[in-house]
């Protein structure tokens, strides 16, 4: 599965739209993108998944550049309740088993 | 609720104990997927099981087990505990093997003393 890299922190104000940037340079033609989020110590929870096209529903929408190579994650109007850790991850959608694996995330503080 | 529920919310026990963690899945998913969240590893996969059977393992200790039973439940059993298995253990499950987003539990505060 891709590596990815995402910034270690950043902060958005209330009300505005929280860009949160992935790296993933290294993705296969089969691998898509994944974002999930974590608030406090809670169970981390499903945001979005796509793998080429530009992707959208309740929660976000995720913007893929056409070579696949980054993405970003788009909160179109923060609130304070999306402070979190956000993770992004690259899986390959491959026969068998696959696991998410989580790296270090993007802490995003919503400040009012 | 996120559908997938995990017993017990909190565990304190002494070095050297056995525990055991369970996790049943939300309805209609047939894999089962733990893992280990520490303040300095961050989210480690531990393993996971398909409808009863084992189907990958990552960071695993030996002294850590687990299965899943045929009403899909799972249960991970930690022994001979140490102080740094102190962590929440998630558990998360999917409709297929690895499935389009996993669900996960609010978790298990295991703390070694």
Redesign the interface.
């Known amino acids: 599965d891709a590596k990815t890299t995402q910034p270690p922190s950043m902060d958005c104000a209330e009300g505005r739209a929280a860009n949160l940037p992935c790296n993933h340079s290294t993705i296969s033609g089969n691998e898509y993108v994944?974002w999930?989020r974590?608030i406090h110590?809670?169970?981390?929870?499903?945001i979005i998944?796509g793998l080429k096209n530009n992707e959208t529903n309740e929660m976000a929408s995720l913007i893929i550049t056409e070579d696949r190579k980054s993405s970003t994650l788009i909160l179109p109007h923060a609130t304070l309740r999306d402070t979190a850790v956000y993770y992004c991850i690259g899986?390959r959608d491959r026969a068998?088993?696959?696991?998410?694996?989580?790296?270090?995330g993007t802490k995003l503080s919503v400040i009012p | 609720d996120s559908g997938v529920t995990q017993t017990p919310k909190h565990l304190i026990t002494a070095t050297g104990q056995r525990v055991t963690l369970r996790c049943s899945p939300r309805s209609g998913d047939l894999s089962v997927y733990w893992y280990q969240q520490s303040l300095d590893q961050g989210l480690q996969f531990l393993i996971q099981y398909y409808n009863g059977e084992e189907r990958a393992k990552g960071n695993i200790l030996e002294r850590f087990s687990a299965q899943q039973f045929p009403d899909l439940h799972s249960e991970l059993n930690l022994s001979s505990l140490e102080l740094g298995d102190s962590a929440l253990y998630f558990c998360a499950s999917s409709v297929e093997q690895g499935g389009y987003g996993y669900t996960f539990g609010s978790g298990t505060r295991l703390t070694v003393v």
Do not use: E, N, R
Not at chain 1, 96 to 104: A, C, H
């Open positions: 994944y999930y974590q110590s809670q169970g981390p929870q499903y998944h899986l068998g088993s696959y696991q998410l694996t989580f790296g270090k």
